[in-house]
Nanobody, 120 residues
Framework: QVQLVESGGGLVQSGGSLKLSCAASGSSFRIDPMGWYRQAPGKQRELVATITSGGSRNYADTVKGRFTISRDNAKNTVYLQMNSLEPEDTAVYYC??????????????WGQGTQVTVSS
């Protein structure tokens, strides 16, 4: 089973920055894409950003221009650099890895989540 280990969450003031990291272990198969989701109290889980092994990126409109996703394929690690944080960014952030073994054998794995709290 693939395990995702997240780090980098914490408490920061509005306008500050944090960098999240997530390392996947336990699989030598293709992980495509990797990404970050978040869930705030009273809200549905939502996509933050994803990145493919080829470097194609997708961002939620709410984070474009402020967040940057990147990955190191050799280390199976994905990062999320978060700048200009706002209170509305407060949420539990979950790392996601879509593992592709072969056709019709694909699985989503999730980290335990890391809390990001942005104060006013």
């Amino acid at each position: 089973q693939v395990q995702l280990v997240e780090s980098g969450g914490g408490l920061v003031q509005s306008g500050g920055s944090l960098k999240l990291s997530c390392a996947a272990s336990g699989s030598s198969f293709r992980i495509d894409p990797m990404g970050w989701y978040r869930q705030a109290p009273g809200k549905q889980r939502e996509l933050v950003a994803t990145i493919t092994s080829g470097g194609s990126r997708n961002y939620a409109d709410t984070v474009k221009g402020r967040f940057t996703i990147s990955r190191d394929n050799a280390k199976n690690t994905v990062y999320l650099q978060m700048n200009s944080l706002e209170p509305e960014d407060t949420a539990v952030y979950y790392c996601n890895a879509h593992v592709i073994r072969y056709w019709r054998n694909e699985y989503d794995y999730w980290g335990q989540g890391t809390q990001v709290t942005v104060s006013s």
